[in-house]
Structure formats: C-alpha cells, structure tokens
C-alpha cells in the first residue's frame, strides 16, 4: 500500500509540475548591469508589458542629458524619454536601452561611448531585438552623443533622433577633447549619416545649447541630400525634450523606419 501511495503521489506531482504555467517574463524598467573595460556600470531596459520571445523587436538606444550623469543607474529614466514612456507607453512597444554615463564626462567620451553599444548590444541579445530596427536618440548632452555614436557607427542604426543638442560645443559647456576641428564638422557629420532617417528637436529660445547647432544640421543634412526633419518649438527654452518625446507622430516616424537588408 505504501508503494502504490506513493506512486500515485509522483504521478501527481509529476501532472501538477506539466499543469503549471510558465513564468511571466520579466518587464517595466529593469536593473542591469555591464562591465566595460573593467568598470562595472549600471544601466536601465525597458521592456513592454507584452514582450515575449516568440518574435523580434525594436530596441532604442536612449543618451540623457548632462544632470542624469552618475553611478546609480536610475536618474537616466526619469528623465526624457522615460518620462514618456510612462505617459504613454502604449506608444513605445520596443525595447529601450537607458544607459548612464559617468560623472565629468560626455557621452562623445570614446569610454562612454563603447558603454552605451555594449548596453545596447547585451539588450538586443537578452530581449531578442530586431538588428534592422535599432533607434538612436538622446537630449542635450545626449544630443551630442547621438551625432557622435552615429558617425562613429554609420549604417548601424534605422534612424537618429537628436534633442536639443549639436556637434560643435560651447565654449560654457567645456572644451570636447574628441571634437575634430579640421574641415566643416556639419557636413561631415552629415556625409556619415548618409540616408539614415533623421528627426531634428530644439527649442528656439534654448539658452544652454544654442538652437543654431540644430539649424546649422538639418541644412548640413538637407545640403548632402538626407530629407531629415527639423521641429523647432517657438519660445521654448532648453527642456524642448517634453514635447519633442511626447509628440505622438514621433514615435510612429521612429518606428517606422527600418534598414534595408
């Protein structure tokens, strides 16, 4: 008796283990980390509430602005896209990167840099995104470093969305160790985003980063034969990234995009 008892428990266990349902995967803002040249930084995925396995999908790579530097690994989400994110997620089913870069430093710091792409790529991996559609955004400081990963990593990604920032920095901001000063770095910048897809924000009334830094782009762009975007908001200071992240037909434009095969 006592064998078949126990026979029967097995059995039981054993249907009660097929039965169960899997695990929910995990979404929201999640905590990961990553080491890079042996510095270990922390950094932010955001992952929709319906991501599943069962198909590709679009990841964004998000740069925040200069007040977001540091080592908590949270700040950079509360701030800019993020923010819209958790106004409107239903406008963002992709997977978002939200690295961070470290204090006294910029994001066109090569070291910060190869930060943001090892993110990226550990997201892509883990989250099964789609290489085809790979977005580049960033704000302010950010905006700098969107210019700058984009040239350093031409054809790479499906689209470029610069908020508020520029290629030249000024003189306030301080001196960009990495910056070339040989040549017109508009239309060099422009030559290596090539076709890539571009939507311009700034606002006209930006007194930390001066509005002609987008102006003199989007007629860099427009000169080398790229149909980029250019919204600029009449009156509005710096924090153009509000609006520019909150317009819906933003993130129809991002998504829509994707590289040729």
């Not at 059995?11 to 980390?33: D, Q, V």
């Amino acid at each position: 008796m006592r064998k078949s008892a126990a026979l029967i428990l097995f059995a039981t266990l054993i249907a009660m283990t097929h039965n169960a349902p899997a695990a929910s995967p995990e979404t929201g803002f999640l905590n990961r980390k990553i080491a890079v040249d042996n510095t270990e930084y922390r950094y932010i995925v955001y992952v929709p509430s319906d991501w599943n396995a069962a198909r590709a999908w679009p990841v964004v790579l998000f740069l925040h602005g200069a007040g977001e530097r540091g080592t908590d690994g949270l700040i950079q989400s509360e701030v800019g896209l993020g923010s819209a994110i958790r106004r409107h997620a239903d406008r963002f089913p992709a997977v978002v990167v939200m690295p961070q870069c470290a204090d006294d430093v910029w994001w066109t710091a090569p070291a910060m840099q190869a930060l943001a792409l090892a993110a990226l790529d550990a997201a892509v991996r883990e989250f099964h995104g789609d290489p085809a559609r790979v977005y580049l955004t960033g704000l302010s400081m950010g905006g700098y470093g969107t210019w700058a990963i984009a040239a350093n990593n031409p054809g790479r990604f499906a689209a470029l969305a610069p908020v508020c920032g520029g290629i030249r920095r000024p003189a306030r901001l301080g001196i960009d160790e990495n910056a070339s000063t040989a040549g017109d770095p508009y239309a060099e910048a422009a030559r290596k985003a090539g076709r890539t897809p571009v939507w311009i924000f700034h606002g006209g009334a930006d007194d930390t980063v001066p509005v002609s830094e987008s102006r003199r782009m989007a007629e860099a762009l427009k000169a080398a034969g790229n149909a980029a975007r250019y919204t600029e908001y009449e009156g509005v200071g710096h924090n153009s990234w509000d609006k520019a992240y909150d317009e819906a037909e933003f993130a129809r434009w991002l998504f829509a995009q994707r590289l040729e095969k």
